[in-house]
């Protein structure tokens, strides 16, 4: 059984994976081009091709004290059936994102990937006979992105089940023919899906099976403060850089920026969501101020607002 820390630290480099972040991005919403999963949502990338987009949306409108249910009710008909216009929904995408920020719709995610995906990886990594963090942690991967079984029936067909070569062999081994069924895929959006095989090879070269902590994927830390609290970066210590972004930049930096341009009588709202918007009242505040007006909130940018 692995402890609570272990699930966290499992979870976190899947989101790290989904969508940079170790906490998960709770609003994130990505289109990719070539996706068959077209529109994704959410801490762990849920789609709309799959349905499982509708689950997780009917789920929170069902949920007591969600903020934005009646916004969303009218989409469910539409996220039922499929309807791959909500693609290009903008108002749909605005209503995704603003959402992420409500306590309500954080829990209904976590239930949802506890239930989707992390509980039914957990039961095929313990038939499997996998019972390392790492092991699971793999599992999760797969689950989530997609071709669990296949891949691990190639592996077995390949180079024998857990039980015959042992989970630190195996794990490797499906690492490698996962890796090379992503690179060669006709698919070829998958191809730069590689990375995640390689850092979960990189954990198995650490020698991280029980992933303690503290853990640096991909360039940022995993450790205890981030799993209770904020994210960090394993690069350094200094406030990030606001700026438009696919997923949009969400949180508390993101809510004082907005705050602070409404003090200097600049007009944005304030939802702790760098969209667009905020953006162009960022480039309005720096032609004020003569400042380079790239949209991005840097230390100068930080100190004009009275941020630092």
């Known amino acids: 059984m692995l402890t609570d820390l272990q699930k966290k630290a499992a979870q976190a480099i899947i989101n790290i994976f989904e969508t940079s972040s170790a906490k998960g991005n709770y609003g994130a919403v990505t289109l990719l081009p070539g996706d068959p999963g077209h529109l994704t949502y959410g801490r762990s990338q849920t789609t709309l091709g799959s349905g499982?987009?509708?689950?997780?949306i009917k789920a929170y409108c069902n949920a007591q004290g969600a903020e934005f249910s009646t916004d969303l009710l009218p989409y469910l008909p539409r996220l039922v059936n499929k309807d791959l216009t909500l693609d290009h929904d903008t108002r749909f995408r605005n209503i995704l994102r603003q959402a992420g920020n409500d306590p309500v719709m954080q829990e209904e995610q976590d239930k949802f990937f506890d239930r989707v995906?992390?509980?039914?990886?957990v039961v095929a990594a313990t038939n499997l006979g996998?019972?390392?963090?790492l092991g699971v942690a793999t599992v999760y991967d797969s689950t989530v992105h997609g071709s669990w079984k296949r891949m691990r029936d190639r592996t077995i067909e390949k180079f024998g089940n857990v039980a015959a070569k042992g989970e630190r062999a195996w794990v490797p081994h499906y690492l490698g023919v996962r890796?090379?069924?992503l690179a060669n895929h006709s698919l070829t959006i998958l191809h730069g899906t590689v990375y995640r095989m390689d850092a979960l090879k990189k954990l198995v070269e650490q020698g991280a099976w029980d992933l303690a902590?503290?853990?640096?994927?991909?360039g940022v830390l995993i450790d205890e403060h981030v799993l209770q609290g904020q994210d960090a970066s394993a690069a350094d210590d200094n406030e990030r850089l606001l700026r438009l972004t696919t997923p949009h930049q969400t949180g508390e930096d993101v809510r004082l920026l907005q705050q602070a341009l409404v003090k200097k009588g600049?007009?944005?709202?304030?939802d702790s969501d760098f969209g667009d918007k905020t953006e162009k009242a960022v480039r309005s505040f720096q032609q004020q101020q003569g400042m380079t007006d790239d949209g991005i909130v840097g230390p100068a940018t930080r100190a004009a607002l009275g941020l630092d």
């Open 117 to 121: 995906y992390w509980t039914p990886a």
């Open 179 to 181: 890796r090379d069924w």
């Open 213 to 218: 902590l503290p853990l640096t994927v991909r």
């Open 52 to 56: 499982n987009l509708f689950l997780l």
């Open 266 to 270: 600049i007009t944005v709202k304030i």
């Open 130 to 133: 996998l019972s390392s963090a």
